[in-house]
């Protein structure tokens, strides 16, 4: 496969194994083709390859080569219906599987490597290569229920790779923060039940697809393992700052996950089309500084981020290299701090409201 890859040499210098970072950049994962004007396209990722090969990141980080889920690793989130119905698109120019998703005639294999690439990058953090991975996949995933595809989403990448890491390396308690302006409502579903993947996601609400209230918190054993963030449009770099520190990094520590997993979705950047938040990259940089701060603290560093959305070309080249800058260690500077404005201490009041029925915030 032609790959956008690191010189190994020089990406494995850092002699601090936390700052080691892989990434998947592979550019068969740009062969699943939704048609003109359809926003989640093979340019996301062209965008975010131009920046991996900057002068600023190439060589610094270690290329992971993906490969194709199996399809026992695919059922253990999806239904073999749901998997049939994504084969049976195989060698198809065109199916709508909903109203806004579309394959072509390789999108079965392209999903079952954006599947398979999640795996892969948890071998390689379990395998000692480095602590942080960074998987640039397509299609997205975190929209994807057990049961059907839907929001430009076919398989739920970062979902397998949760049941992946606690099937195989046999972990009991995954972090998995979902940040993509969207609700992941297709990880939630498949985690709904359980008090192993501690699942939270920050979103703008009400916008697609309608779920994520702060009510839905988990059901049976897996009650108080959903924490649901809805925000409302124009929230900005304040109010995610804070929520996070506030809320999200009390709760990990009181979980202690050993690993930590992120739904990355860059769409709720200032200017994306499909949102109306007014998250710049110093915003999506302080995410991550305190999503590698709970890893540290919990998982002996070990995290891992999935690309879901992110629309705007521009940001997400921006959104990229803050976010990787960060994962290198190369922003050791003073933290960034925006002041607790009113608007933004009343959503982290409500929020905190909500998760003092399970945990001490």
């Known amino acids: 496969m032609n790959k956008a890859s690191a010189t190994p040499e020089r990406a494995g210098q850092n002699p601090d194994?936390?700052?080691?970072?892989?990434?998947?950049?592979?550019?068969?994962?740009?062969?699943?083709?939704?048609?003109?004007?359809?926003?989640?396209?093979?340019?996301?990722?062209?965008?975010?390859?131009?920046?991996?090969?900057?002068?600023?990141?190439?060589?610094?980080?270690?290329?992971?080569?993906?490969?194709?889920?199996?399809?026992?690793?695919?059922?253990?989130?999806?239904?073999?219906?749901?998997?049939?119905?994504?084969?049976?698109?195989?060698?198809?120019?065109?199916?709508?599987?909903?109203?806004?998703?579309?394959?072509?005639?390789?999108?079965?294999?392209?999903?079952?490597?954006?599947?398979?690439?999640?795996?892969?990058?948890?071998?390689?953090?379990?395998?000692?290569?480095?602590?942080?991975?960074?998987?640039?996949?397509?299609?997205?995933?975190?929209?994807?229920?057990?049961?059907?595809?839907?929001?430009?989403?076919?398989?739920?990448?970062?979902?397998?790779?949760?049941?992946?890491?606690?099937?195989?390396?046999?972990?009991?308690?995954?972090?998995?923060?979902?940040?993509?302006?969207?609700?992941?409502?297709?990880?939630?579903a498949a985690f709904y039940d359980s008090p192993e993947v501690l699942f939270t996601s920050a979103h703008q609400f009400p916008l697609y697809p309608g779920t994520g209230r702060s009510e839905e918190c988990g059901r049976n054993g897996g009650k108080g393992f959903t924490l649901n963030f809805p925000l409302p449009a124009g929230t900005d770099d304040a109010t995610y700052t804070h929520l996070f520190r506030s809320v999200i990094e009390p709760v990990a520590e009181q979980y202690r996950p050993e690993l930590v997993m992120v739904s990355a979705g860059f769409d709720a950047y200032v200017d994306d089309p499909l949102s109306d938040m007014r998250v710049t990259a110093a915003g999506f940089q302080t995410m991550t500084r305190s999503l590698a701060r709970m890893a540290e603290a919990h998982s002996a560093g070990k995290i891992i981020f999935v690309l879901e959305g992110g629309y705007h070309r521009q940001g997400l080249c921006d959104a990229t290299l803050s976010v990787l800058t960060e994962l290198l260690g190369e922003e050791d500077h003073q933290e960034l701090v925006w002041p607790l404005h009113e608007r933004a201490a009343r959503l982290i009041e409500t929020a905190k409201r909500h998760v003092s029925a399970f945990w001490r915030v």
Do not use: K
């Not at 790779?161 to 992941?184: C, K, N, Q």
């Open 17 to 188: 194994p936390l700052r080691r970072l892989g990434c998947v950049a592979d550019h068969a994962l740009l062969d699943h083709h939704t048609g003109q004007g359809h926003p989640e396209a093979a340019a996301r990722l062209e965008a975010i390859y131009s920046v991996l090969q900057s002068d600023r990141l190439r060589g610094r980080w270690l290329p992971i080569a993906p490969r194709m889920a199996t399809p026992e690793e695919i059922l253990r989130v999806h239904t073999l219906r749901h998997f049939r119905q994504v084969e049976q698109t195989a060698g198809q120019d065109r199916t709508h599987l909903d109203a806004d998703t579309v394959t072509s005639a390789r999108s079965y294999e392209v999903a079952r490597l954006a599947a398979g690439a999640v795996l892969e990058s948890i071998d390689f953090v379990f395998g000692g290569h480095c602590a942080r991975a960074f998987d640039f996949i397509r299609p997205p995933g975190h929209h994807a229920e057990p049961d059907r595809a839907m929001g430009f989403c076919l398989f739920n990448n970062v979902a397998i790779g949760a049941a992946y890491a606690l099937h195989h390396y046999g972990l009991r308690r995954i972090l998995l923060v979902d940040f993509d302006v969207h609700h992941g409502n297709g990880t939630q």
